[in-house]
């Protein structure tokens, strides 16, 4: 009966279908479909192998003798299960399937998958714990917020770490934010188990009630504007909308009061308000202060309304004293208003752009607008999300400018400013916003920008400027604007209106014409002209002075004495097509730029007018904080001129530095991002440090090789900041005209310049008597057939960890290069040690609490005894007094010299083993003593050393020994060592690179560069013939930087694959690759401090991570293979690699990056037995490709295997003889994921977290 109720039941399974079928993500909810099914036909048996297969005969007797016969049970079984294995196979995705199609029965099928998915790895394990307790509810609901946490918990529980319910409450209220800290409290203070159930019910009711009330109190706030109650002196037959007291539709201009109307129930206080004393129970008109002209009410009483608009039309109310209007002749009887109360203002404010070209850098402009005297602010943005940091700095400058605080303000809604809504709603600031498409509800702001736009393009038609000045006559524009009278407020100017100034325009001057600045401060010799024709192009915003432009250099001078020539305009003459030009990038802007119904230019437009004969002299300068008109402004170039680039800063003088504080004028406008602090004083300025010098090239040069190189019909493609020219600008000292070097003195360009700088002199002298003293050399005289070398003086300013100057140090070389193979020289070696021995030597020492010691070895080289005969020169200046004539003979290694590196290690060495110690034949510039108890560890990098130790007074013992034969300086615990910073932290130490990032960003002008949270875009492949060429110089930085990019890498390793990447178009780079290249520096920009963890590690096992990209190359279809490999907790070792060849399939590119682990985990283990550091003998390695894990063990070979079976044997080797063990991993607990491929936000954190890397 039970085979009859099975059968039955397993029939049934092939009509039941689930709605998930089995994938990478979803095991735990396919998990529970299937068993369920199973369950209830009762065959889980099979799965877990319970019900074990009977034997294939039975033993019967039949006439009574025992006869072997077939098995009945035996097919039956065979049907169960093969119905739940078919079963199974239907439920999964196409890419499960093909991993497990060799399973053949229901219970191996059963366990496949529970080692694929259910493998309770580290990673996956303290990932997930990790998300668990930093997962905040932040906006997400309490819905939301505790399913997230639930999947959490379940997705731990598959891993074999449930998490208890107790703990998940914990984990959910931890999460929380301090509003609902009341019902944190009740949950935590209860006394007997509250289940997960209780608590999601009291979260969610407490959520609902808090909503409830902010809809309550966002009601009552609407109540107190004035909306919602009739006001007095309104017609009551009105349409209900129409009744809003005074103001009408300009939102609740006056109170509106209608004492009928009551409300009670809620303990809020309905009786009427006076308008005049603020007491209640009565109205104005029944007030005793009605008539008293002296009475000033309390301020604490004096609640304010804020009035938006502005409403022409008049009401009457007989209840009013005084009425406030901005238009004074519709007063018939005006008196001065006797009190405390201040009329209040909103702004309004818009953001404009993109512009078609970028002026300085910035292609967009923000502008705060006041409302009640139509005062223009303008701020020039790079990005449009520089908004909010914008609006605070405006913030700044008005509320300490009037000390009033911001009331409200009127914008659009862009993305732009929902940052500033919430900042809005922190402070107090009332914030309205245009309902969407419809512009017009923020119409000041919109006719600002019309206003702006066409005074600007105004200027620059009528100075012929091409339009990247643009910026420049915007800037112009609002300085004009608002000095300007108006219709609008009585034919006075915003600036009247505001600060009550009467605005200077004798200070005025035409935009763009000729001038020419006092230049005698700048000039190098008497002989230099006193002035130059230059472009005027505005006023100084940090001085009393003009803003010059020398279109030959594309420089700025800043100067308070000018001639000016108004009726002259330089870029006209330059180029007499400009207005047509000028026409052509006009019709480049935006739709939304200029108005369909603005005029515009055409080919009647006069674009040479003369000036006005009356704007004369000047005054104070009032736009900018900075002075950058950057390199970017090469049209100049092509206007005429033969230059492009460098562009002044300049401090403001002294007499305009106490106009910074009184002068109003000086605030109307900043459009460029300063350098240097906007709240800075004048005298502070000048010491800012600034970014080094960049050689710009010529621009007409620049240009021809752009066209010859650049196909046509490329136009769509994006045009980047290398095509253009454009390159981080030079910056001066003091803002004007000095090139900006405010550290220390640089290193010389030549043996004349050293000679004549006493610092390098005295280095010199030091290093010429150390090298007497030393015997390098003795003087023979010349013979002819002798090759006798030449010899250079190297120059080097070291500096300490904190980049503060350390000394000067001068060093003779020779020139190696002229040697010659056979005849002064024969084998060359260097003694560098291995990264990886750096790390393995590190990890065990902090492991072990020994002691790390940095030694420096002085003149290193020249300890070296040479064997071949070497002639050199006599250094000029040192040459013998008596034989002059004669030639060094070299008797002792120098550096430059091709054998120095291979003497001064074979120097060393002897020494070294004269003391007992053995050199490693796993890494030769690895020593090792193990006497006695004793272990020392000594790590050689050319003249740097490193001394391990497990007993600290055994390190001067070795100090005082080698000081007999060499110049040693000791430098105490190892802290900085081939510019690698050691950090020690409670749990070990952290070598991070921060110095070298910082200098390397300093070297390419990125200091200020916008951060990027991935090195490498997910979205986009790179590829060898993508893009434009570089030139040959610019090639030859690329290469450098990649270089300087690999050396960072001995720490990093979260950019190896990055920059392994850019390094395969080394040959041939374009500007795709340069931009790559640009994403990783501004990768490190935003975590120059993270560094490699080296902790305390009680387990010596070496592990390793093993990981391919098939095919992932798409110019040659090549894969990528990485590893990581631990020794310990600890990783010291790592590699991403293109693969020689082309694999056929993705186990064969899995097998190979296995093969290679293996080979570099043979080489750890080598090394840990030679220094004797016990090690479990079977190292472990993770791979995630069950084929290559089979492949690895299965000891057949067939035909799509055998042509890797001769390189890669030696894993099955291993594994055979048990010192090796391979696992699978699910792909996305792979730690070595990240050396195959770009990694997302989110991924990467995980990829760093695996890999030990992080701050200090």
Same mark, same amino acid.
């Given at each position: 009966?039970?085979?009859?109720?099975?059968?039955?039941?397993?029939?049934?399974?092939?009509?039941?279908?689930?709605?998930?079928?089995?994938s990478?993500?979803?095991?735990?909810?396919?998990k529970?479909?299937?068993?369920?099914v199973?369950?209830?036909?009762?065959?889980?048996?099979y799965?877990?192998?319970?019900?074990?297969?009977?034997?294939?005969t039975?033993?019967?007797?039949k006439?009574?003798?025992e006869v072997e016969v077939?098995?009945?049970?035996?097919?039956?079984?065979?049907?169960?299960?093969?119905?739940?294995l078919?079963?199974?196979?239907?439920?999964?995705?196409?890419?499960?399937?093909?991993?497990?199609?060799?399973?053949?029965?229901?219970?191996?099928?059963?366990?496949?998958?529970?080692?694929?998915?259910?493998?309770?790895?580290?990673?996956?394990?303290?990932n997930?714990?990790?998300?668990?307790?930093?997962?905040?509810?932040?906006?997400?609901?309490?819905?939301?917020?505790?399913?997230?946490?639930r999947?959490?918990?379940?997705?731990?529980?598959?891993?074999?770490?449930p998490?208890?319910?107790?703990?998940?409450?914990?984990?959910i209220?931890?999460?929380?934010?301090?509003?609902?800290?009341?019902?944190?409290?009740?949950?935590?203070?209860?006394?007997?188990?509250v289940?997960?159930?209780?608590?999601y019910?009291?979260?969610?009711?407490f959520?609902q009630?808090?909503?409830?009330? +902010?809809?309550?109190?966002?009601?009552?706030?609407?109540? %107190? @504007? !004035? *909306?919602? /109650?009739?006001g007095?002196? =309104?017609?009551?037959?009105?349409?209900?909308? +129409?009744?809003?007291?005074h103001?009408g539709?300009?939102r %609740? @201009? !006056? *109170?509106g /009061?209608?004492?009928?109307? =009551?409300?009670?129930?809620?303990?809020?206080?309905?009786?009427?308000?006076?308008?005049?004393?603020?007491?209640?129970?009565?109205?104005?008109?029944?007030?005793w202060? =009605?008539?008293?002209?002296?009475?000033?009410?309390d301020?604490?009483y004096?609640?304010?309304?804020?009035s938006?608009?502005?409403?022409?039309?008049?009401?009457?109310?007989?209840?009013?004293?005084?009425?406030v209007?901005?238009?004074?002749?519709?007063?018939?009887?005006?008196?001065k208003y006797?009190?405390?109360?201040?009329?209040?203002?909103?702004?309004?404010?818009?953001?404009?752009g993109?512009?078609?070209?970028?002026?300085?850098?910035?292609?967009?402009?923000?502008?705060?607008?006041d409302?009640?005297?139509?005062?223009?602010w303008?701020?020039?943005?790079?990005?449009?999300?520089?908004?909010?940091?914008?609006?605070?700095?405006?913030?700044c400058?008005?509320e300490?400018?009037?000390?009033?605080?911001?009331?409200?303000?009127?914008?659009d809604?862009?993305?732009e400013?929902?940052?500033?809504?919430?900042?809005f709603?922190?402070?107090?600031?009332?914030?309205h916003?245009?309902?969407?498409?419809t512009?017009?509800?923020?119409?000041?702001?919109?006719?600002?920008?019309?206003?702006?736009?066409?005074?600007g393009?105004?200027l620059?038609?009528?100075?012929?400027?091409?339009?990247?000045?643009?910026?420049?006559?915007?800037q112009?524009?609002v300085?004009?604007?608002?000095?300007?009278?108006?219709?609008?407020?009585?034919?006075s100017?915003p600036?009247?209106?505001?600060?009550?100034?009467?605005?200077?325009y004798?200070?005025?001057?035409?935009?763009?014409?000729?001038c020419?600045?006092?230049?005698?401060?700048?000039?190098?010799?008497?002989?230099?002209?006193?002035?130059?024709?230059?472009?005027f192009?505005?006023?100084?915003?940090?001085?009393k002075?003009?803003?010059?432009?020398?279109?030959?250099?594309?420089?700025?001078?800043?100067?308070?004495?000018?001639?000016?020539?108004?009726?002259?305009?330089?870029f006209?003459?330059?180029?007499?097509?400009?207005g047509?030009?000028?026409?052509?990038?006009?019709?480049?802007?935006?739709?939304?730029?200029?108005?369909?119904?603005?005029?515009?230019?055409?080919?009647?437009?006069?674009?040479?007018?003369?000036?006005?004969?009356?704007?004369?002299?000047?005054?104070?300068?009032?736009?900018?904080?900075?002075?950058?008109?950057?390199s970017?402004?090469?049209?100049?170039?092509d206007?005429?001129?033969?230059?492009t680039?460098?562009?002044?800063?300049?401090?403001?003088?002294?007499?305009?530095?106490?106009?910074?504080?009184?002068?109003?004028?000086?605030?109307?406008?900043?459009?460029?991002?300063?350098?240097?602090?906007?709240?800075?004083?004048?005298?502070?300025?000048?010491?800012?440090?600034?970014?080094?010098?960049?050689?710009?090239?010529?621009?007409?040069?620049?240009?021809?090789?752009?066209?010859?190189?650049?196909?046509?019909?490329?136009?769509?493609?994006p045009?980047?900041?290398?095509?253009?020219?454009?390159?981080?600008?030079?910056?001066?000292?003091?803002?004007?005209?000095?090139?900006?070097?405010?550290?220390?003195?640089?290193?010389?360009?030549?043996?004349?310049?050293?000679?004549h700088d006493?610092?390098?002199?005295?280095?010199?002298?030091?290093?010429?008597?150390?090298?007497?003293?030393?015997?390098?050399?003795?003087?023979?005289?010349?013979?002819?057939?002798?090759?006798?070398?030449?010899y250079?003086?190297?120059?080097?300013?070291?500096?300490?960890?904190?980049?503060?100057?350390?000394?000067?140090?001068?060093?003779?070389?020779?020139k190696?290069?002229?040697?010659?193979y056979?005849?002064?020289?024969?084998?060359?070696?260097?003694?560098?040690?291995?990264?990886?021995?750096?790390?393995?030597i590190?990890?065990?020492?902090?492991?072990?609490?020994?002691?790390?010691?940095?030694?420096?070895?002085?003149?290193?080289?020249?300890?070296?005894?040479?064997e071949?005969?070497?002639?050199?020169?006599?250094?000029?200046?040192?040459?013998?007094?008596?034989h002059?004539?004669?030639?060094?003979?070299?008797?002792?290694a120098?550096?430059?010299?091709?054998?120095?590196?291979?003497?001064?290690?074979a120097k060393?060495?002897?020494?070294?083993?004269h003391l007992?110690?053995?050199?490693?034949?796993?890494?030769?510039?690895?020593?090792?003593?193990?006497?006695g108890?004793?272990?020392?560890?000594v790590?050689?990098?050319?003249?740097?050393?490193?001394?391990?130790?497990?007993?600290?007074?055994?390190?001067?013992?070795?100090?005082?020994?080698?000081?007999?034969?060499?110049?040693?300086?000791?430098?105490?615990?190892?802290?900085?060592?081939?510019?690698?910073?050691?950090?020690?932290a409670?749990?070990?130490?952290?070598?991070?690179?921060?110095?070298?990032?910082?200098?390397?960003?300093?070297?390419?002008g990125?200091?200020?560069?916008?951060?990027?949270?991935?090195?490498l875009?997910?979205?986009?492949?790179?590829?060898?013939?993508?893009?434009?060429?570089?030139?040959?110089?610019?090639?030859?930085?690329?290469?450098?930087?990649?270089?300087?990019?690999?050396?960072?890498?001995?720490?990093?390793?979260?950019?190896?694959?990055p920059?392994?990447?850019?390094?395969?178009?080394?040959?041939?780079?374009?500007?795709?690759?340069?931009?790559?290249?640009?994403?990783?520096?501004?990768?490190?920009?935003?975590?120059?401090k993270?560094?490699?963890?080296?902790s305390?590690?009680?387990?010596?096992?070496?592990?390793?991570?093993?990981?391919?990209?098939?095919a992932?190359?798409?110019?040659?279809?090549?894969?990528?293979?990485g590893?990581a490999v631990?020794?310990?907790?600890n990783?010291?070792?790592?590699?991403?690699?293109?693969?020689?060849?082309?694999?056929?399939?993705?186990?064969?590119?899995?097998?190979?990056?296995?093969?290679?682990?293996?080979?570099?985990?043979?080489?750890?283990?080598?090394?840990?037995?030679?220094?004797?550091?016990?090690?479990?003998?079977?190292?472990?390695?993770?791979?995630?490709?069950?084929g290559?894990?089979?492949?690895?063990?299965?000891?057949?070979?067939?035909?799509?295997?055998?042509?890797?079976?001769?390189?890669?044997?030696?894993?099955?080797?291993?594994?055979?003889r048990?010192l090796?063990?391979?696992?699978?991993i699910?792909?996305?607990?792979?730690?070595?994921?990240?050396?195959?491929?770009?990694?997302?936000?989110?991924?990467?954190?995980?990829?760093?977290y695996?890999?030990?890397?992080?701050?200090?």
């Amino acid at each position: 009966m039970a085979s009859s109720s099975q059968s039955s039941a397993s029939g049934s399974l092939g009509g039941i279908t689930v709605t998930e079928k089995l994938s990478k993500g979803n095991y735990l909810i396919w998990k529970v479909q299937v068993l369920a099914v199973i369950r209830g036909a009762r065959l889980d048996s099979y799965l877990t192998g319970a019900t074990k297969k009977p034997s294939a005969t039975i033993i019967i007797k039949k006439n009574e003798k025992e006869v072997e016969v077939s098995n009945p049970a035996v097919d039956e079984w065979i049907a169960n299960d093969q119905q739940v294995l078919g079963y199974l196979l239907t439920t999964m995705s196409r890419d499960v399937l093909s991993q497990v199609a060799t399973c053949s029965s229901a219970a191996s099928l059963w366990s496949t998958i529970e080692g694929m998915f259910s493998s309770a790895t580290r990673a996956r394990s303290i990932n997930t714990k990790i998300a668990l307790t930093n997962t905040k509810k932040g906006d997400l609901g309490i819905a939301e917020y505790v399913s997230k946490m639930r999947v959490l918990a379940d997705e731990l529980a598959t891993s074999g770490k449930p998490v208890d319910e107790e703990d998940l409450i914990s984990y959910i209220i931890a999460g929380l934010d301090e509003d609902f800290e009341p019902i944190i409290s009740s949950l935590v203070s209860k006394s007997e188990h509250v289940s997960l159930g209780e608590a999601y019910s009291q979260l969610l009711s407490f959520e609902q009630r808090m909503k409830m009330r +902010q809809e309550h109190s966002a009601n009552l706030a609407n109540r %107190g @504007r !004035g *909306r919602g /109650n009739p006001g007095r002196g =309104r017609n009551n037959k009105q349409p209900q909308q +129409q009744q809003r007291g005074h103001g009408g539709n300009s939102r %609740g @201009r !006056g *109170r509106g /009061n209608n004492s009928n109307q =009551r409300q009670g129930g809620n303990g809020v206080d309905y009786r009427p308000k006076c308008q005049l004393c603020y007491k209640r129970g009565h109205t104005v008109i029944d007030c005793w202060y =009605r008539y008293d002209e002296d009475f000033v009410p309390d301020e604490k009483y004096a609640g304010t309304t804020a009035s938006y608009g502005v409403d022409s039309n008049w009401y009457v109310d007989t209840g009013t004293t005084d009425h406030v209007t901005g238009e004074l002749e519709k007063l018939t009887i005006r008196d001065k208003y006797k009190g405390q109360d201040q009329v209040q203002t909103a702004n309004g404010a818009d953001v404009w752009g993109p512009a078609p070209v970028a002026g300085g850098g910035k292609k967009y402009y923000v502008s705060f607008i006041d409302a009640f005297s139509r005062f223009t602010w303008i701020y020039f943005l790079k990005y449009k999300s520089e908004v909010f940091q914008k609006f605070q700095e405006f913030q700044c400058l008005v509320e300490r400018m009037f000390n009033r605080k911001i009331i409200s303000m009127q914008t659009d809604w862009g993305g732009e400013y929902q940052k500033l809504n919430t900042f809005f709603n922190k402070i107090g600031i009332t914030h309205h916003v245009s309902c969407p498409h419809t512009h017009q509800q923020n119409g000041s702001a919109e006719r600002k920008h019309r206003h702006i736009v066409e005074v600007g393009l105004s200027l620059l038609a009528h100075a012929s400027l091409p339009l990247k000045f643009w910026d420049e006559a915007y800037q112009s524009g609002v300085y004009l604007i608002n000095r300007m009278p108006t219709k609008v407020l009585g034919y006075s100017s915003p600036l009247e209106c505001l600060f009550k100034q009467t605005p200077d325009y004798q200070a005025l001057r035409t935009f763009g014409c000729a001038c020419w600045p006092d230049l005698r401060p700048y000039n190098s010799h008497k002989m230099h002209f006193r002035s130059k024709r230059c472009t005027f192009l505005g006023y100084s915003p940090l001085h009393k002075g003009f803003r010059c432009l020398d279109s030959s250099t594309g420089r700025i001078y800043i100067s308070r004495d000018v001639v000016f020539d108004e009726s002259v305009f330089p870029f006209a003459e330059l180029n007499p097509n400009a207005g047509t030009n000028l026409r052509k990038e006009v019709n480049l802007l935006p739709a939304d730029m200029l108005n369909p119904g603005d005029v515009q230019l055409n080919d009647h437009v006069n674009y040479y007018p003369t000036a006005p004969a009356n704007m004369v002299a000047a005054e104070n300068p009032v736009e900018n904080t900075e002075e950058n008109l950057a390199s970017t402004r090469d049209d100049a170039a092509d206007s005429g001129g033969s230059d492009t680039g460098t562009i002044s800063n300049a401090d403001p003088a002294d007499d305009a530095a106490g106009d910074m504080t009184a002068n109003p004028n000086l605030n109307d406008s900043s459009t460029h991002e300063s350098s240097i602090s906007a709240s800075a004083s004048p005298a502070s300025q000048s010491s800012v440090a600034t970014a080094p010098e960049a050689t710009l090239p010529n621009p007409q040069q620049h240009q021809q090789a752009l066209r010859s190189s650049t196909p046509e019909g490329e136009a769509s493609r994006p045009v980047t900041h290398l095509q253009k020219g454009i390159r981080k600008e030079k910056i001066y000292t003091d803002r004007t005209v000095k090139y900006g070097c405010l550290t220390t003195t640089g290193e010389p360009r030549d043996l004349h310049d050293a000679l004549h700088d006493t610092n390098w002199k005295h280095a010199m002298d030091a290093k010429f008597t150390a090298l007497l003293h030393n015997k390098t050399w003795h003087l023979v005289p010349p013979q002819k057939g002798r090759n006798i070398i030449d010899y250079k003086w190297v120059y080097k300013i070291k500096r300490k960890q904190d980049g503060s100057l350390d000394r000067y140090k001068a060093r003779l070389v020779a020139k190696g290069f002229k040697q010659r193979y056979g005849i002064d020289y024969e084998d060359t070696f260097s003694p560098v040690v291995k990264a990886a021995t750096i790390r393995i030597i590190l990890s065990i020492a902090v492991s072990r609490g020994w002691t790390l010691r940095q030694l420096d070895v002085q003149n290193a080289f020249l300890h070296g005894i040479l064997e071949e005969e070497v002639y050199m020169k006599q250094p000029p200046g040192y040459e013998d007094k008596v034989h002059p004539d004669y030639v060094c003979k070299l008797d002792k290694a120098l550096y430059g010299l091709k054998q120095a590196p291979r003497a001064w290690y074979a120097k060393l060495s002897q020494k070294l083993q004269h003391l007992g110690f053995q050199g490693s034949k796993a890494d030769t510039s690895l020593f090792f003593y193990n006497k006695g108890g004793l272990i020392i560890f000594v790590l050689v990098y050319v003249d740097d050393i490193i001394v391990a130790s497990s007993r600290q007074d055994a390190v001067p013992a070795l100090l005082k020994d080698l000081q007999k034969d060499f110049a040693l300086k000791d430098l105490g615990d190892l802290h900085y060592f081939l510019g690698i910073e050691v950090n020690k932290a409670s749990s070990g130490i952290v070598l991070t690179q921060e110095k070298y990032v910082t200098d390397l960003l300093r070297r390419v002008g990125m200091t200020d560069c916008k951060p990027v949270s991935t090195p490498l875009s997910t979205s986009e492949k790179l590829t060898l013939h993508e893009g434009d060429l570089l030139g040959p110089n610019d090639a030859s930085n690329y290469r450098s930087v990649v270089g300087a990019l690999q050396y960072l890498t001995l720490t990093r390793p979260d950019i190896y694959f990055p920059v392994n990447k850019v390094c395969q178009f080394l040959h041939a780079p374009t500007i795709v690759h340069w931009a790559a290249m640009k994403r990783i520096l501004r990768y490190l920009k935003q975590c120059t401090k993270l560094g490699l963890k080296i902790s305390k590690s009680k387990s010596m096992l070496v592990s390793g991570y093993s990981d391919a990209d098939w095919a992932g190359n798409i110019d040659d279809r090549r894969s990528t293979g990485g590893f990581a490999v631990f020794l310990g907790d600890n990783l010291v070792s790592w590699n991403a690699k293109k693969q020689a060849t082309v694999p056929r399939s993705s186990t064969e590119s899995e097998y190979k990056a296995l093969a290679n682990a293996t080979a570099e985990i043979m080489w750890i283990q080598t090394l840990l037995e030679e220094l004797s550091v016990p090690s479990p003998p079977m190292a472990r390695l993770w791979c995630d490709n069950l084929g290559a894990k089979y492949l690895s063990s299965n000891p057949v070979f067939h035909a799509r295997t055998k042509h890797i079976e001769v390189d890669y044997h030696f894993v099955r080797e291993r594994m055979q003889r048990k010192l090796l063990e391979v696992e699978f991993i699910p792909t996305g607990d792979q730690v070595a994921d990240g050396f195959t491929k770009a990694l997302s936000a989110r991924q990467l954190e995980n990829f760093k977290y695996n890999l030990n890397v992080g701050r200090l």
